[in-house]
C-alpha cells in the first residue's frame, strides 16, 4: 500500500501550480500561464507519485513466512556449527604437494 494518499499527489500538484503560474503570470499572457501551470500539476503529479511509489518499496518490510522462521529457530541451537568435510587421499596428497612446492619456492 502508498504512504499517503492521493492528497498528498494533489497538494504537491497544486502547489507546483501555483508557482509556476505566478512565475510566468509577470512575463507571459494568462493563457500562456494556465499551460505552463497545468503542465506543471501534471508533471508535479507524477514526481509525487513516483517518491511515494520509492517511499512504499524502501520502507517495505522483508516477509518471511512461518515455516521460514520455524526452519531457522530449529536450526539454530546457539553453539558454532562445524561443518566437517570428508576428504580423500588423493585430495590430502594434492594438498600436500601444493603446499611443500610453496614452502620450497
Known sequence: ???????INFIFSLTGFLLVFIGSMTTNSVLTSLIRGGLAFVSF???????????????????????EKK???????????T???EYTEEDIEKASKYVKGLIND
Open 83 to 85: 561443518n566437517k568435510v
Open 1 to 7: 500500500m502508498f504512504i499517503g494518499s492521493w492528497i
Open 71 to 81: 526452519e531457522i529457530e530449529d536450526k539454530d541451537d546457539g553453539k558454532a556449527t
Open 45 to 67: 503529479y507524477i514526481i509525487a507519485y513516483f517518491f511515494r511509489w520509492l517511499w512504499m518499496i524502501a520502507s517495505k518490510e522483508v516477509e518471511v513466512n512461518e515455516l
